[in-house]
């Protein structure tokens, strides 16, 4: 599975909103204000989770073939903005340096066929990233564009559905564009209110609205909520899971 991370940008008050069309190009190449979150040559400012080996690389292209490996994405290592979560279809996930607090997070990724993986806003809330193009069942929070539930007492609690199936054929490149807002906390670190999602824009489409986390999603870091946190991509070592690459876009204080 490929992941392309394209943008973030973090924001003092949250801007208005679009209307969920697609309006072109991206809006890191219309709108002031956006920074890379990769430097277009390699994995500085990023990191293996837990201390794994870093096995994500930086590659000039990603190739997909349809009919001798529909379940794989393979690159050609060098310096890029584009990066690929392994040679073996798979790795640990990959977390940002830097923390966050609210942020506007454009991300372009491309998906073998059966892959699943996600983004993690503050590494604990997951949008997730999942091939669920053609499926015909009502969407559940484990599709592309759900909001992944909480993992209570041995099973999953909560989560948000995506509003519509927005997703394209595995092979093509997809995007999603995110506002969050992170938790609020007292001056005695006390909670005052959940990190939401305030939009997500699947393929320029409306998928998710103010949806609230009560705590982290499945799978999240072992790190407390918290007013800024790093951000963190999926990498799934599992073998069924193909790999993921990303490149990324811009950041304002």
């Not at 690929?84 to 066929?113: C, H, P, Q, W």
């Not at 959940?194 to 609205?209: D, E, H, I, P």
Request: charged residues 20%.
């Amino acid at each position: 599975m490929k992941l392309l991370l394209i943008a973030l940008l973090l924001f003092q008050e949250l801007p208005e909103l679009n209307d969920g069309d697609t309006h072109g190009d991206a809006p890191y190449l219309l709108e002031d204000g956006w920074m890379p979150l990769l430097n277009g040559k390699d994995l500085a400012g990023w990191h293996a989770q837990d201390g794994k080996p870093l096995e994500w690389f930086t590659t000039r292209g990603v190739l997909w073939e349809r009919l001798l490996g529909p379940t794989r994405l393979s690159g050609f290592p060098a310096p890029s903005g584009t990066i690929l979560n392994g040679r073996r279809g798979g790795t640990s996930n990959l977390v940002s340096d830097e923390k966050f607090g609210d942020i506007e997070l454009y991300l372009e990724f491309m998906l073998a066929k059966g892959s699943n993986s996600g983004v993690y806003l503050h590494g604990l809330y997951e949008v997730q990233i999942f091939d669920s193009f053609g499926a015909t069942e009502p969407m559940t929070s484990s599709d592309a564009g759900g909001i992944y539930h909480r993992w209570i007492d041995n099973h999953g609690v909560g989560g948000s559905a995506p509003s519509r199936n927005a997703s394209r054929r595995p092979g093509e490149w997809q995007s999603y564009q995110i506002w969050f807002r992170a938790p609020r906390f007292d001056a005695a670190g006390r909670k005052t209110e959940n990190a939401k999602f305030v939009r997500v824009l699947f393929n320029g489409l409306s998928v998710q609205n103010n949806v609230e986390c009560e705590g982290p999603t499945r799978a999240h870091m072992e790190i407390p909520e918290a007013p800024q946190n790093p951000l963190m991509l999926g990498g799934f070592p599992q073998h069924l899971y193909p790999a993921a690459a990303a490149d990324c876009g811009k950041i304002e204080a």
